[in-house]
């Protein structure tokens, strides 16, 4: 995939600009409500995923876990 969005957004600064706006709009899905309820209640301490959306760490907003995101386009 990382080549054909490459291939699109030649420029780093466009490919940020254009994922950003999906992002700002993204909704979080029960799946991301559930796994924050379940971090919450200690059944799980880690989240590995190759999202850079963030929207685990949105989701883990409403709950007192914290949330460590590592991204390249920081």
Same mark, same amino acid.
């Given at each position: 995939? %990382? &080549? !054909?969005?490459?291939?699109? !957004? ?8 254009? &994922? ?11 799946? !991301?409500?559930? %796994? ?15 999202? &850079? ?5 949105? %989701? ?12 390249? &386009?920081?």
């Amino acid at each position: 995939m %990382a &080549f !054909y969005i490459g291939r699109c !957004y030649p420029r780093v600064e466009d490919c940020r600009s254009s &994922f950003q706006r999906h992002i700002q709009v993204a909704k979080l899905s029960s799946g !991301y409500r559930i %796994a924050a309820r379940l971090a919450k209640n200690n059944l799980f301490r880690l989240v590995w995923t190759t999202n &850079f959306d963030g929207l685990m760490a949105r %989701a883990l907003a409403e709950t007192p876990v914290t949330p460590v995101e590592i991204s390249r &386009f920081q």
